[in-house]
């Protein structure tokens, strides 16, 4: 795994050696990059990488700009990934790393951030949960992107809180970028 622009454009990211962790592949990376370019300047952005992995989304966001990332993964395995890879590129003053559940992370979070990703397993179950506790709780910022890869059987409900502003499919895997929605007047 590689980062494909910006400070540490071409250097690779460690990660597991376990067929159960499903990197982002460069492709899908590529996809989700390009259509962020003329969307949301990273320079100085607020970041969170939910389902961290091995943090390559995030990883991405510090090489093009990104101020700070929180990263947050419940497996000690892939926070000590994480680590040696913030270690490895220099970047541990851009990071916060932390061991945690998703959403028990979601429910105690105050800070807003310019852009989310989440990359739950395939077989997780409360995956179409995620984009409604995030615009609840109004964690993204009015012009951010809460960016989900998720299996192509996942469908999320509509909700007068988000927009899917782009759907973009990759075989087994569907990547949806989610935005504040009109909410209904009362």
């Known amino acids: ?103 028990d992370f979601l429910n105690s979070v105050e800070d807003k951030f310019d852009l989310i990703f989440a990359d739950p397993p395939y077989a997780y179950n409360m995956t179409e949960n995620i984009p409604i506790i995030i615009f609840e709780k109004n964690i993204l910022n009015k012009n951010g992107y809460l960016i989900i890869e998720h299996s192509k059987k996942q469908n999320f409900k509509q909700n007068y809180l988000y927009n899917i502003s782009e759907l973009k499919e990759f075989g087994a895997t569907h990547v949806s970028f989610f935005i504040h929605g009109q909410k209904e007047e009362k």
């Open 1 to 103: 795994m590689r980062i494909i622009s910006g400070l540490f454009k071409g250097r690779t990211i460690q990660s597991l050696n376990d067929r159960s962790v499903r990197p982002v592949t460069d492709r899908v990376k590529t996809t989700i990059f390009n259509m962020l370019q003329n969307r949301l300047n990273l320079k100085g952005a607020k970041v969170l990488d939910l389902f961290a992995g091995t943090g390559s989304l995030g990883f991405e966001t510090i090489s093009r700009g990104a101020e700070f990332v929180i990263f947050v993964d419940n497996s000690n395995d892939m926070i000590e990934i994480i680590k040696r890879n913030a270690s490895s590129l220099g970047c541990m003053d851009k990071c916060s790393i932390i061991r945690d559940d998703a959403f």
